[in-house]
């Protein structure tokens, strides 16, 4: 069976070029080096160097070798990190998907405050919208996801723990000088003439403000469709469209534009979502631990 650490050594050999820079880095003598690297070949039972003067080089089989196994390191201390994190220590990797109105707003405050107080704690932020999240949790391409339970095409299936964490409602976005830029619920059938901002097709906003309009009896003509909401209120507040968006993605600090609510009120719900079945490494637990609203009473 092949030693891992021999392995390690013929990786480095690989990328350093010579025993001597080998033996620096791993703090040992060349001629240590040298043999343990003759174990492996025995270990082997294959050439894995060959002399050219006073060097040695790999040959095919070793750089074949060399190369698989870095990959064959990485995936082990992958694991390793993971074991560790079924401990006490949260620790290694967590990969966690949100959508971008959250991201600032829950996500990031979350791993501000994990990165504190585990220094051996590792999230990896990606954005991902509902209609891509959950694939994503669902391949393992994310530990943990913050979604939306009301993304009807896409249901959240058994296979799937959720954790609820907050209701966000869905509003009207218009101009600052927009005529109908009063405080009273808006009635989406009196803006059916407008232009309209939309998300990409497909996505869980597109096709709920789809649905409203729908519901309001007309088709919206629109004008532009941005995956970035920033885009998206950079043209209402330059009174080019109308939009509908989540509460949590409305920069109201940043951007001179008004929101209303609809006469007939729409939330989502906000949710953390992993897969079912094994239970959870105790470091995607302080993630989901750190994103749960707090308590009634708590500070």
């Known amino acids: 069976m092949m030693n891992p650490w021999r392995l390690r050594l013929l990786t480095q050999l690989d990328t350093l070029g010579t025993v001597r820079a080998v033996a620096q880095a791993a703090n040992l003598s060349p001629s240590s080096v040298s043999q343990q690297l003759a174990v492996l070949e025995t270990e082997t ?6 002399r050219t003067g006073r060097r040695v080089r790999l040959t095919s089989a070793g750089l074949i070798l060399a190369r698989r196994a870095r990959a064959i390191l990485d995936h082990m201390d992958t694991v390793e990190a993971e074991l560790r994190g079924f401990g006490e220590e949260p620790s290694g990797l967590v990969r966690l998907g949100a959508f971008q109105s959250v991201v600032h707003t829950m996500a990031v405050p979350a791993v501000t405050r994990l990165s504190r107080e585990y220094p051996h704690l590792d999230v990896q932020l990606l954005e991902l919208e509902p209609h891509e999240s959950v694939p994503a949790l669902r391949v393992g391409d994310a530990d943990l996801v913050i979604t939306t339970t009301d993304f009807a095409e896409l249901p959240l ?10 209701t966000d409602p869905i ?12 405080r009273e619920p808006a009635d989406l059938t009196a803006f059916a003439d407008e232009p309209w901002a939309f998300d990409i097709p497909q996505s869980y906003m597109a096709n709920l403000a789809l649905r409203l309009c729908r519901q309001a009896r007309f088709e919206p003509r629109v004008v532009a469709r941005f995956s970035n909401y920033m885009l ?12 509908l968006l989540p509460g949590l993605a409305v920069d109201a600090g940043r951007f001179r534009v008004v929101t209303r609510e609809l006469t007939s009120p729409v939330t989502r719900t906000i949710t953390a979502a992993i897969r079912r079945g094994v ?10 631990d750190a994103l749960r609203p707090p308590a009634a009473g708590d500070a």
């Open 232 to 243: 998206t209120l950079e043209l209402v507040e330059a009174g080019h469209a109308v939009a």
């Open 45 to 50: 039972g294959t050439q894995l160097l060959e």
């Open 279 to 288: 239970p959870p490494r105790a470091a995607v637990r302080v993630v989901l």
């Open 157 to 166: 299936g058994p296979d799937l723990d959720l954790l609820p964490l907050a």
């Open 171 to 182: 509003l009207l976005v218009l101009p600052p000088e927009h005529p109908a830029a009063g």
